[in-house]
T-cell receptor, first 116, second 115 residues
Framework: AQSVTQLGSHVSVSEGALVLLRCNYSSSVPPYLFWYVQYPNQGLQLLLKYTSAATLVKGINGFEAEFKKSETSFHLTKPSAHMSDAAEYFCAVSTLLNTGFQKLVFGTGTRLLVSP | GAGVSQSPSNKVTEKGKDVELRCDPISGHTALYWYRQSLGQGLEFLIY????????KSGLPSDRFSAERTGGSVSTLTIQRTQQEDSAVYLC?????????????FGQGTRLTVV
């Protein structure tokens, strides 16, 4: 079964610093991978998704993620953090049910803290 | 509507009472999901609907939990005889289809507190 592991429940950066949020996946088939963001008191919003078209995926708000099959990773990065990036970030993998439909399996999330 | 709508946004209930949580998906979306987000935990899959049928109920924690979907649209998650461990944010999501790389659109959730 497909799964994802997010390393670090909390990541703290200074404003302007590089953001790196780690996600490793486990999948016996080529995976479809997603990053979602949850701002305080809001639902989840899609940041970006990997669907095998390109290994470097660009998303909203300056975020990007690179799919590395050799490392089974899909880490999320942003060159320069903004205060508004403070949120919880979830990595997810799409897993195929025996019904032929998919469901998302989420990691435990990483809370990004941005200090001035 | 423009997005996934969940009601109520907050619910406080006494232990042992039944609660109903409602989800209005985006119009035309055939796939609907319920997830639970507990404090300090990730998102826990509860149940998935394709149309009115639920091909996957594997995530429902106990037989106190049930869900239905009518008219291929609105879904209701019912928790009977609530317990304190049921306290969590319940998130609903919908997608245009159950396809392998389809984005799921999430509602803002219902925060359930059992006292």
């Amino acid at each position: 079964a497909q799964s994802v592991t997010q390393l670090g429940s909390h990541v703290s950066v200074s404003e302007g610093a590089l953001v790196l949020l780690r996600c490793n996946y486990s999948s016996s088939v080529p995976p479809y991978l997603f990053w979602y963001v949850q701002y305080p008191n809001q639902g989840l919003q899609l940041l970006l998704k990997y669907t095998s078209a390109a290994t470097l995926v660009k998303g909203i708000n300056g975020f990007e993620a690179e799919f590395k099959k050799s490392e089974t990773s899909f880490h999320l990065t942003k060159p320069s953090a903004h205060m508004s990036d403070a949120a919880e970030y979830f990595c997810a993998v799409s897993t195929l049910l025996n019904t032929g439909f998919q469901k998302l399996v989420f990691g435990t999330g990483t809370r990004l803290l941005v200090s001035p | 509507g423009a997005g996934v709508s969940q009601s109520p946004s907050n619910k406080v209930t006494e232990k042992g009472k039944d609660v109903e949580l409602r989800c209005d998906p985006i119009s035309g979306h055939t796939a609907l999901y319920w997830y639970r987000q507990s404090l300090g935990q990730g998102l826990e899959f509860l149940i998935y609907f394709q149309g009115n049928s639920a091909p996957d109920k594997s995530g429902l924690p106990s037989d106190r939990f049930s869900a239905e979907r009518t008219g291929g649209s609105v879904s209701t998650l019912t928790i009977q005889r609530t317990q304190q461990e049921d306290s969590a944010v319940y998130l609903c999501a919908s997608s245009p289809q159950g396809g392998f790389n389809t984005e799921a659109f999430f509602g803002q959730g219902t925060r359930l507190t059992v006292v």
